[in-house]
């Protein structure tokens, strides 16, 4: 069961990574980076609503990883 935690960690972490990039590379309406952002903007929505974006800078996929990495740590450790 830890694997497997620690798998869709990593996964969900990728997730956010390859966001991150393709908003920077491809332009909004590229399938591409729809496609990943359908996947990763549902869970980036409530941390936007607490902590909205600074300027140009959202700090929402960052927070969304450290939210996933103790998470993942806990429920690990919550099943041996």
Do not use: C, K
């Not at 590379?25 to 936007?48: D, G, K």
């Amino acid at each position: 069961m830890a694997n497997f935690i620690n798998m869709l960690s990593l996964l969900l972490t990728l997730l956010v990574f390859v966001y991150i990039l393709s908003t920077w590379v491809f332009p909004p309406f590229h399938s591409f980076r729809q496609t990943i952002a359908s996947i990763v903007e549902p869970m980036l929505a409530p941390i936007r609503r607490v902590i909205p974006p600074v300027g140009m800078l959202d700090f929402s996929p960052f927070i969304l990883l450290i939210i996933v990495q103790v998470l993942a740590t806990i429920l690990i450790g919550l099943l041996g």
